[in-house]
């Protein structure tokens, strides 16, 4: 290992990795990994292990220094109101995961310049609609248990993903036709999907429950919402739900048919 590599991880993650001496991979064994010849190729910070962050680090870029690189993994850390950092998906990554971090804000449309095999974004706080670009990114993308609304992202001409996650939003509208034929797994568990029930060949995988598909109706056990609140296709139209006489807010639908609740997260 070099000791430039030492004093990268040192500059971007200043109150983790405190000893910038050589060596650092023996010194930090939970949190890098290093290949035979000594080059950092997997950092692993999760918040219950390591000293806290209070941000993701604007210098990341600096992490291309870091030849052999291939994991980031943060996880866990209170990142409340702090966003994402454009550099990250600059990075040349396999896998990418800054899941379970309170992350808020956008998704920017730099999201398509990612190139690796894994891209996981999942439970954060994330808002606002999903870019179209981020299906130009990695193979495998969990967005899974944020807070999206609109429609689900165009489908490009060129692809990379074959593994979609968008369970537990707000995500309204119909699913694109090549959706089912060009995603071999698609998870679309509880948002405001509506239209034709969507079947799949036994050679992809497709989870539904908890939509306002035709097939699903308030009858449905997986369906614990007002299927008036989906068809108005409008989060935020403050307009009566269903037979329940009650004007469910942005973010909230009619719960048992008799009060506005919030959508239940995946446990």
């Known amino acids: 290992m070099t000791a ?14 405190t000893n910038p001496a050589p060596g ?8 890098l990994t290093c290949n035979a010849q000594g080059n950092i190729i997997s950092i692993c910070l999760a918040g219950d292990i390591c000293a806290p962050i209070v941000a993701l680090p604007d210098n990341c870029n600096q992490l291309t220094g870091l030849t052999c690189l291939k994991t980031l993994k943060i996880n866990k850390f209170k990142l409340d109101n702090c966003k994402l950092v454009d550099h990250l998906f600059d990075l040349p990554l396999t896998l990418l995961d800054l899941s379970d971090n309170g992350l808020t804000g956008s998704i920017p449309s730099s999201v398509g310049s990612f190139a690796g095999d894994t891209l996981d974004l999942s ?6 609609t999903i870019p179209d670009a ?47 034929s060009k995603l071999t797994d698609l998870d679309i568990t509880s948002n405001f999907l509506y239209g034709p029930a969507p079947t799949v060949s036994k050679k992809h995988t497709l989870e539904r429950d908890e939509n306002c598909f035709d097939d699903q109706t308030l009858k449905s056990k997986k369906l614990p919402r007002n299927s008036d609140c989906c068809d108005s296709g409008n989060l935020g139209d403050d307009r009566n739900c269903g037979d329940c006489g009650i004007a ?20």
């Open 24 to 31: 650092c991979c023996s010194l930090y064994p939970k949190q």
């Open 248 to 267: 469910c807010k942005k973010k909230s639908f009619c719960l048992n048919n008799d009060h506005c609740g919030k959508k239940p997260k995946a446990r």
């Open 123 to 128: 439970k954060n706080n994330f808002e606002g």
């Open 134 to 180: 981020i299906l130009n990114s990695a193979s495998t993308v969990s967005l899974a248990e944020n807070s999206f609304t609109g429609p689900l992202p165009a489908w490009p001409q060129k692809s990379r993903t074959t593994v979609l996650d968008v369970s537990y939003n707000y995500i309204t509208g119909m699913i694109p036709a090549n959706y089912l």
């Open 4 to 17: 430039a590599e030492c004093v990268i991880i040192n500059t971007v993650f200043p109150t983790i990795f």
